[in-house]
């Protein structure tokens, strides 16, 4: 297959993955994803930015072929893009491996790559010129691991930014946004691997992102998803608001239930909020539905309810573990409630939810409970719920 020419001297050599089943064995790819490499051709060097995991290593040195790799810049560890790392060590003996210090020590752990002369360790603003061209290197450390770094072609405007900026989904056809649909990226796949995969380290991503904003860019050529060019703003936009927990208006309901009652709860309170006027309403049974979906929804629509049945003393375990979740990313700047449904171990749900919102400092709008099943109270206790809700919704849209 040709390689791909992004822009003067600058090659794309990645490779689409439509066969894992879920990356990092937990996050579902319906639509693929690519791992993407590059190479910069210098009058005088020839870079090579990142590699690809190593199960397509074969189709990457094809596409690589005959061109002689000076240097390789490592701007992630993270197996996707090392693992064909001591392969490529193999075919070019001279070449030298670019990273900072903290990759390095994952490069020798990871790779078993031990000879010191391959190595050229670089610090924040360190550059490189291959000729006509210099790259600088960025430390943009937890975007999305430690040794994270960005490398900037500086005469060309083109970031290779690692993780950030990425997506799930491997581009059909082209590469570059101006040569493909970008809407299923923009609109799903953007948002699906930011929040599953980064979502965590928003306050890295804001520091990278405060550090890379007087940078003239012209492409943008992360390591998943298309190559921005044309959407640069919006793709930095969609970033900043994730990073900073904005969200957009809309309601997220997700909850469990062994034999309906939750979800007879769950439907009145979403009759409800549809009553008020509310459109943008989203239902995940969380036993069904992928946690990966649950997560980026949660991430990106600004009102967030929680509904369950008791367990074992407990939440049902799968909306627990979209709990565990949530807090694990830190969740900020939600309206947020939970209701549940008990039949003899009453406030267990309500224990959960206070634990939860602490743990979290958010408010919780509201809270309720039933008993057995659903009954004209308790279908009018859920309605009340989903006014407080709108309520409280409406408070902290007037405070922001
Ligand atoms: Fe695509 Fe963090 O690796």
């Known amino acids: 297959m040709k390689t ?5 001297d600058i090659h794309y050599v990645g490779i689409n993955d439509r066969v894992t089943v879920k990356f990092e064995e937990q996050w579902p790819l319906p639509y693929g994803v690519s791992y993407n490499s590059y190479i910069v051709k210098g009058s ?36 996707d ?36 002369d391959r190595f050229m360790v670089v610090k924040d603003g360190d550059e490189l010129n291959i000729g006509n061209h210099t790259l600088r290197f960025y430390m943009t450390p937890m975007v999305h691991w430690p040794e994270t770094m960005m490398t900037y072609v500086i005469d060309l405007r083109v970031l290779f930014s690692g993780d950030g900026f990425g997506s799930f989904g491997a581009p059909n056809g082209g590469i570059i946004d101006t040569e493909i649909d970008t809407d299923l990226f923009l609109n ?114 600004d009102t967030l309810i929680v509904g369950s049945c008791v367990y074992s003393m407990r939440l049902f375990p799968p909306v627990e573990a979209f709990l565990t979740a949530m807090e694990t990313r830190e969740i900020k700047n939600k309206t947020f409630g939970g ?30 409970s039933f008993k057995h099943g659903i009954s004209d109270g308790s279908a009018n206790d859920a309605r009340e719920f989903a006014r407080q809700i709108m309520a409280e919704r409406k408070k902290m849209e007037n405070n922001n």
């Open 44 to 79: 005088e060097a020839t870079v090579l930015i990142d590699t690809v995991k190593i199960d397509a290593v074969n189709r990457y040195l094809q596409k690589i072929g005959s061109e002689k790799i000076d240097y390789l810049v490592v701007n992630h560890m993270e197996p």
């Open 188 to 301: 799903k796949e953007m948002y699906r691997y930011y929040s599953n995969i980064v979502g965590k380290y928003g306050k890295s991503v804001m520091m990278a992102l405060a550090k890379l904003k007087d940078l003239p860019l012209d492409y943008v050529c992360s390591t998943h998803g298309p190559v921005w060019h044309d959407k640069i703003p919006e793709v930095m936009e969609i970033t900043r608001r994730l990073a900073s927990y904005e969200s957009e208006p809309g309601v997220v309901i997700i909850y469990g239930s062994m034999y309906g009652n939750t979800t007879e709860a769950a439907e009145e309170i979403a009759q409800e909020l549809n009553l008020l006027g509310e459109k943008k309403i989203i239902i995940h049974n969380a036993a069904h539905s992928e946690m990966s979906d649950m997560i980026s929804d949660a991430f990106r629509y």
């Open 339 to 368: 209701f549940g449904s008990f039949s003899w171990a009453n406030g267990v749900a309500e224990k959960k939810f206070n634990e939860f919102t602490e743990t979290l400092k958010l408010p919780l709008a509201a809270t309720f």
């Open 81 to 116: 893009h090392s693992g064909s790392i001591p392969e490529v060590c193999k075919i070019f003996p001279e070449m030298k491996i670019i990273c900072n210090a903290i990759a390095k020590q994952m490069i020798k752990g990871f790779c078993h790559v031990e000879d010191e």
């Open 4 to 8: 791909r020419e992004i822009t003067t």
